[in-house]
């Protein structure tokens, strides 16, 4: 006989294999959506921030790489994990001339109490209609999923993350990063 928790875990498997099976397509997709699509324009946007003058566009970092990261929420383990392993690294990213963004569907508030909280030095965005995050496939009902996004100094999407491990995430990025900024030279 079945356990109650392996009929679960069954089921949930399942579901999750059915759901899968049916976002795929030829073009990247992710259970978020349809992943914007890698050496093309990023979707440019304009949100709500904690910092400095209220805003924050994509376009105000022409000139730089920017790391644009999504996430759940803020306050949560593995959002937490994630935001903190950044902002260790954050230095080197600097000397990459790399900027990185986070966006959830979280309020400004609630960033500037998680930015406070964990001595954050980067900018949280505020995507609360997730119309963002739908725009980068990132979107599942009411939160962002934890999809990562590096842009190049151009706007151009270069590299797409969807498997993210928020423990070694950070360093992923930075690897990766360091590829496209050397094949770019």
């Not at 949930?12 to 049916?22: F, N, T």
Request: with cysteine.
């Amino acid at each position: 006989m079945i356990s109650r928790r392996s009929l679960i875990s069954i089921l949930l498997a399942s579901c999750l294999s059915v759901i899968s099976w049916l976002n795929f397509t030829p073009t990247a997709a992710a259970l978020g959506g349809k992943l914007p699509a890698i050496n093309q324009p990023a979707p440019d946007f304009t949100l709500p921030t904690n910092t400095g003058d209220g805003e924050i566009a994509l376009t105000d970092f022409r000139g730089q790489w920017v790391v644009l990261y999504f996430y759940p929420k803020d306050f949560t383990s593995g959002c937490t994990i994630e935001a903190r392993r950044f902002q260790q690294d954050l230095p080197k990213y600097l000397q990459k001339n790399t900027q990185i963004i986070g966006v959830s569907a979280d309020d400004i508030d609630s960033h500037a109490e998680f930015c406070d909280s964990e001595g954050l030095k980067f900018p949280l965005l505020a995507d609360t209609n997730g119309a963002v995050s739908k725009a980068y496939g990132s979107w599942i009902g009411f939160l962002s999923m934890r999809h990562s996004f590096i842009i190049d100094p151009q706007g151009v999407l270069r590299d797409t993350f969807v498997k993210v491990n928020p423990n070694i995430h950070s360093a992923e990025v930075l690897a990766r990063l360091e590829k496209l900024q050397s094949a770019d030279s």
